[in-house]
Nanobody
């Protein structure tokens, strides 16, 4: 099992930046590929970005490519999502997720989420 706790959300103006963090505890962090998903009000949860267990591979949704960067520090058991050029459409609750399989469509473990609100 792995427990995930997100932080770093908040209110930001359009064009601004935020960095989300997700701290993991429990079994070996490096055994898990990590992902970020988001869910806007009234919409389904959608994939944002993923990173492989070693950090050597990353993958992004088209909607965030070039603006968001996922990274991880296995020594600190933490995954990050650097979000630049934020848009009001990026407003959502952001969740980190863990799964042994890279790019699993629905990871096994989820955090509680952190709210990101982008004002126009």
């Amino acid at each position: 099992q792995v427990q995930l706790v997100e932080s770093g959300g908040g209110l930001v103006q359009a064009g601004g930046s935020l960095r989300l963090s997700c701290a993991a505890s429990g079994r070996m962090f490096s055994s898990y590929a990590m992902s970020w998903f988001r869910q806007a009000p009234g919409k389904e949860r959608e994939f944002v970005a993923a990173i492989s267990r070693s950090g050597g591979s990353t993958y992004y949704a088209d909607s965030v490519k070039g603006r968001f960067t996922i990274s991880r520090d296995n020594a600190k058991n933490t995954v990050y999502l650097q979000m630049n050029g934020l848009k009001p459409l990026d407003t959502a609750v952001y969740y980190c997720a863990a799964d042994p399989q890279y790019l699993d469509a629905w990871p096994d473990y989820w955090g509680q989420g952190t709210q990101v609100t982008v004002s126009s």
